[in-house]
């Protein structure tokens, strides 16, 4: 199946710096990245969509100058969170779908867990 | 109320045991309907993807969809200790955007 990395796995930072968080379609052309929050024992949230080139679509009650998506290329996509706080500590996943799919699947990325101190 | 509804478990079963999740659903626009397996502290790997309505079996794991009563399952059969996960239904309509909406999610057990 399609294979979707994340970097970094795991990140701690500090309250007020900034952490950039990498999602890499490994084997397929991405025109479409989701990025998602998900909260210990709870499903996944949709933050925002991100399609290649273009700004992205962010949810209801999701700051977009916090949460910075860059979908700068069909295989690359990053989420900057900026100036984080200890609230923003939690497991952030990335989904791609393939643009000449015609299904809805996603493949998701393995997450990376941001504790911030 | 919620778009999709899910049971949260947990589920607990012994090995070898059928494993039935199920998930309802209150919009009638949904088409693709799919099921995900997520291991603690991973992200989520799809396992089942299905289109309207109709049953699809893959190894040990069939998904049935049922338009008209807006309910689908996954049926686990010869469960292993290995499918101890959280399993998530997501289902989205037709559309370019194609945004999933996603189950709470149940958390299954299965016991050697």
């Known amino acids: 199946g399609a294979v979707v990395s994340q970097h970094p796995s795991r990140v701690i930072c500090k309250s007020g710096t900034s952490v950039k968080i990498e999602c890499r379609s490994l084997d397929f052309q991405a025109t479409t990245m989701f990025w998602y929050r998900q909260f210990p024992k709870k499903s996944l949230m949709l933050m925002a969509t991100?399609?290649?080139?273009?700004?992205?679509?962010?949810e209801q009650g999701v700051e977009k100058d916090k949460f910075l998506i860059n979908h700068a290329s069909l295989t690359l996509s990053t989420l900057t969170v900026t100036s984080a706080h200890p609230e923003d500590s939690s497991f952030y996943i990335c989904s791609a779908r393939a643009g000449t799919s015609g299904s809805g699947g996603q493949f998701f990325g393995p997450g990376t867990r941001l504790t911030v101190l | 109320q919620k778009e999709v509804e899910q049971d949260p478990g947990p589920l607990s079963v012994p090995e070898g045991a059928i494993v039935s999740l199920n998930c309802t659903y209150s919009?009638?626009?949904?088409?693709?309907f799919m099921w995900y397996r997520q291991y603690s502290r991973k992200g989520p790997e799809l396992l089942m993807y299905t289109y309207s309505s109709g049953n699809k079996e893959d190894g040990r794991f069939t998904a049935q969809v049922d338009k008209s009563s807006k309910y689908i399952s996954l049926f686990i059969r010869d469960s292993q200790p290995s499918d101890s996960a959280t399993y998530l239904c997501?289902?989205?309509?037709?559309?370019?955007?194609?945004?999933?909406?996603f189950g709470s999610g149940t958390q299954l057990t299965v016991l050697p």
């Open positions: 991100s399609n290649e080139g273009s700004k992205a679509t962010y």
């Open positions: 997501a289902m989205t309509s037709s559309g370019s955007a194609r945004q999933l909406t």
């Open positions: 919009n009638s626009a949904f088409q693709y």
